[in-house]
Nanobody, 125 residues
C-alpha cells in the first residue's frame, strides 16, 4: 500500500502561480508512474499531468498544456506540479495519483492504483 499526501494548495489571484507537492511513502517510488488529477464541484475528476518513472517523459491535459509543469524527485519520493498563468477555471481539488508500473502516457482514473486526499486550489478573478 502506498500513501500519498498533497500540499501547497491555497488561494491565488488569476495570472498567478502555485506549486503543489505530493509526498509518497513507497520505498520503490521510482518504479511508479505519477500523475495529477483535479475535480471541481459537480464535475468528473479530470486528468491534469503525468510523468514516467524516470521523469524524462511528461504528458498533459489540453486545458493546462503550456501553463503547468509536472516534475519528480525520486530521491525525495516527491512529485510536483508547478502551475503558472492560473485561471478561475483551474479552481478545483487537486489529487496526486500513482500507477504501479512504469507505463507512459496513461490518462485514465481507473488505471491509477493509489490516491491522495487532495488539496484545494482556488483562483480568484
Amino acid at each position: 500500500q502506498v500513501q500519498l499526501v498533497e500540499s501547497g494548495g491555497g488561494l491565488v489571484q488569476a495570472g498567478g502561480s502555485l506549486r503543489l507537492s505530493c509526498a509518497a511513502s513507497a520505498r520503490t517510488f521510482s518504479t511508479y508512474t505519477m500523475a495529477w488529477f483535479r475535480q471541481a464541484p459537480g464535475k468528473e475528476r479530470e486528468f491534469v499531468a503525468g510523468i514516467n518513472w524516470g521523469g524524462g517523459t511528461t504528458w498533459y491535459g489540453e486545458t493546462v498544456k503550456g501553463r503547468f509543469t509536472i516534475s519528480r524527485d525520486n530521491a525525495k519520493n516527491t512529485v510536483y506540479l508547478q502551475m503558472n498563468s492560473l485561471k478561475p477555471e483551474d479552481t478545483a481539488v487537486y489529487y496526486c495519483a500513482a500507477h504501479e508500473g512504469r507505463d507512459d502516457y496513461i490518462r485514465f482514473r481507473k488505471l491509477y492504483d493509489y490516491w491522495g486526499q487532495g488539496t484545494q486550489v482556488t483562483v480568484s478573478s
